[in-house]
T-cell receptor
Framework: GAVVSQHPSWVICKSGTSVKIECRSLDFQATTMFWYRQFPKQSLMLMAT?????????EQGVEKDKFLINHASLTLSTLTVTSAHPEDSSFYIC????????????????FGPGTRLLVL | DAKTTQPNSMESNEEEPVHLPCNHS???????IHWYRQLPSQGPEYVIH???SNVNNRMASLAIAEDRKSSTLILHRATLRDAAVYYC???????????FGQGTRLTINP
């Protein structure tokens, strides 16, 4: 149980184009989804938190107009990297937090396999 | 927000137990201790979590100090597939966020 998928697993795009990454919770309803970015040899950096049906909350320093997040349903969140540039090349990882889970397990996040983005 | 401290790296041999330490001296009474691991080129995966008592599951055991200022993740019999970066995290309550530090890079020797 608690499987999260991401699509695509990798993408190569030209500079200036937009790229959409999907994150799905396959066997549970995710009230909250998170988007992280990870550069080589570094730890995960939280970009934003999204709750179903409401606007995402972005971490300090993350441009909300560049990284558009939509959480339209309890099983799907999307991250769109707009006008991508080579410095946006990174490993993007989503996670989902289950609904109605009490205590420490309610804080548990289940991660997708990640999407590797390369902007040329 | 409570912060954790872990060694940058550890090394062990296959089929031997591994003890991964974590210090969290500023932990509050209601903070849960979570462990995640990240295998190469994959997203992190949940390992275990606890509050006060020691916890066991099919992946690992979590030993929590009586004063809760430290904890140890125990892999009872390491395999090559356990080579990963292990993160000890105290989720930020209310904000529901996980803040990842640098973790411990575990190398398993055959």
């Amino acid at each position: 149980g608690a499987v999260v998928s991401q699509h695509p697993s990798w993408v190569i795009c030209k500079s200036g184009t937009s790229v959409k990454i999907e994150c799905r919770s396959l066997d549970f309803q995710a009230t909250t989804m998170f988007w992280y970015r990870q550069f080589p040899k570094q730890s995960l950096m939280l970009m934003a938190t999204s709750n179903e049906g409401s606007k995402a909350t972005y971490e300090q320093g993350v441009e909300k107009d560049k990284f558009l997040i939509n959480h339209a349903s309890l099983t799907l969140s999307t991250l769109t990297v707009t006008s991508a540039h080579p410095e946006d090349s990174s490993f993007y990882i989503c996670s989902a937090r289950g609904a109605g889970l009490a205590g420490g397990l309610g804080e548990t996040q289940y991660f997708g396999p990640g999407t590797r983005l390369l902007v040329l | 927000d409570a912060k954790t401290t872990q060694p940058n790296s550890m090394e062990s041999n296959e089929e031997e137990p591994v003890h991964l330490p974590c210090n969290h001296s500023t932990i509050s009474g209601t903070d849960y201790i979570h462990w995640y691991r990240q295998l190469p080129s994959q997203g992190p995966e949940y390992v275990i979590h606890g509050l006060t008592s020691n916890v066991n599951n099919r992946m690992a055991s979590l030993a929590i100090a009586e004063d809760r200022k430290s904890s140890t993740l125990i892999l009872h019999r390491a395999t090559l597939r356990d080579a990963a970066v292990y993160y000890c995290i105290l989720p930020i309550q209310g904000a529901q966020k996980l803040v990842f530090g640098q973790g411990t890079r575990l190398t398993i020797n055959p």
